[in-house]
């Protein structure tokens, strides 16, 4: 963690830091850039944003108050806090005074209130407010159930019921098949991923794939991709070379629970130029049973022993996306997220680049063509961009 010092200017605070660090590889002393806040593009996917993030009081107060306004339905004032969210990680050094966010983009009048009282009381009254907001907390506890969403948690408040158990005691509720499925499994699921699930489940969803297509490249994407050690799902793309086929891919005994999506993709139709825009692509949104080995082991065997049922598995939500192969490329970028670093891609492509950009393809209005990619460093040249690496699409 970095302790925030007495405040200096902007430029000398970052050159302090990075000395800390060791120098990029083949980077002569020279070239090491100095922090021009006005330079700062107002596109994440203009940034390169690692998990390092040194504003983390700030980005979790955006977040808060970013996600009450979701859950009010203003996207507007969501979007603005996300996007002052995202330039607040992609900066170098911690913010300790109003002068280090000067000319800095997406800095609105609401966002500059939260960090100047951040920075001066140490916390935000208006984050506080939204923590110990009854409509916030039955939200948030809604929506941490799989297949439970904005509208749904909406209907339910509207309902009067404020907790889970007061969801599960409604007999009159309807649940979906994936709601249901999410009550069923949710403390597994609300326990976060790690890193060493997820490559469990990387060999479990390799091998079940490869026995049906053996050439087929099995792709983990989303946060993992990024380089985050959790994650509430792990997401995959699985993609065949060759010829179309539709195989049946998943292999049943594992799945918990699984809701497959099939492929709404029309060959003529243009790309969305919806910024948050759903694919089409064939997907399954599953719960995979991992068994794992216990953790404590004396219980177990006491267990065993006395011939009492123990749990020896997790179920773990992945998301499966299937994609042709020539679409593999958008789709791995488009997956591999953040949802705001694709966001800004798409916004990016759309007003500097007069291109529609999603997760099939990207289409050039002024040329009428669509362009073709075999890799993701083919999109950003593309659209222009210089490439920025997965583990900087932090955003
Ligand atoms: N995505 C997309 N289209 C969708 C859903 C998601 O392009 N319909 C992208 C945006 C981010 C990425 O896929 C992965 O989504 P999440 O799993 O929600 O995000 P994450 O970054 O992997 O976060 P977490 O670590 O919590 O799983
Ligand atoms: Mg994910």
């Given at each position: ?44 996917c ?23 306004y ?45 960090i ?105 994407t ?22 179309r086929?539709?195989?049946e ?49 004396s ?12 749990k ?35 916004r ?48």
């Open positions: 963690c970095m302790e925030a010092g007495r405040p200096v200017d902007s430029e000398l605070k970052y050159r302090l830091m990075e000395q800390d660090q060791s120098p990029p590889l083949n980077a002569p002393e020279s070239e090491v850039p100095s922090f021009i806040a006005s330079k700062v593009s107002q596109y994440s203009q940034r390169k944003t690692t998990l390092n993030n040194y504003n983390q009081k700030f980005t979790d107060a955006f977040e808060i108050m970013a996600e009450n979701e859950f009010k339905e203003n996207e507007i004032f969501c979007l603005e806090f996300l996007r002052a969210a995202s330039v607040l990680k992609f900066l170098p050094f911690p913010v300790t005074t109003m002068k280090d966010i000067q000319g800095l983009p997406c800095m609105g009048d609401r966002v500059r209130d939260v100047e009282e951040i920075i001066e009381e140490g916390e935000s009254s208006r984050a506080k407010e939204v923590l110990s907001d009854e409509r916030y907390q039955s939200f948030k506890q809604f929506t941490s159930v799989f297949g439970v969403g904005v509208k749904t948690s909406e209907k339910w408040y509207r309902m009067g019921l404020r907790t889970l158990e007061e969801v599960k005691a409604d007999r009159t509720l309807k649940l979906s098949k994936m709601q249901k499925a999410g009550f069923l499994y949710y403390e597994d699921l609300v326990s976060c991923v790690s890193k060493a699930e997820a490559d469990a489940v990387s060999l479990i969803v390799k091998n079940t794939v490869c026995r049906f297509l053996p050439d087929a490249l099995v792709t983990i989303g946060g993992f991709r990024r380089g985050k050690e959790i994650g509430h799902d792990i997401d995959f793309l699985i993609t065949n070379p060759g010829p086929e539709d195989d891919l998943l292999h049943k005994g594992l799945l918990l629970y699984c809701d497959m999506i099939e492929s709404t993709f029309v060959k003529e139709q243009l790309p969305s130029r919806k910024v948050d825009a759903m694919d089409n692509f064939q997907k399954c949104f599953a719960i995979l049973k991992l068994y794992q080995p216990r953790v404590d082991n219980s177990y065997n006491m267990s065993k022993k006395f011939h009492i049922e123990v020896d598995w997790k179920a773990i939500r992945v998301d499966l996306v299937i994609t042709p192969f020539e679409q593999y490329a958008y789709a791995l970028l488009g997956w591999t997220g953040s949802r705001q670093f694709g966001r800004d891609l798409r990016f492509a759309n007003h500097e680049r007069k291109m529609i950009l999603d997760n099939h393809a990207l289409y050039d209005r002024r040329k009428r063509i669509f362009l073709k990619a075999g890799s993701e460093e083919e999109i950003f040249a593309h659209l222009g961009l210089d490439y920025v690496e997965p583990w900087e699409r932090n955003a």
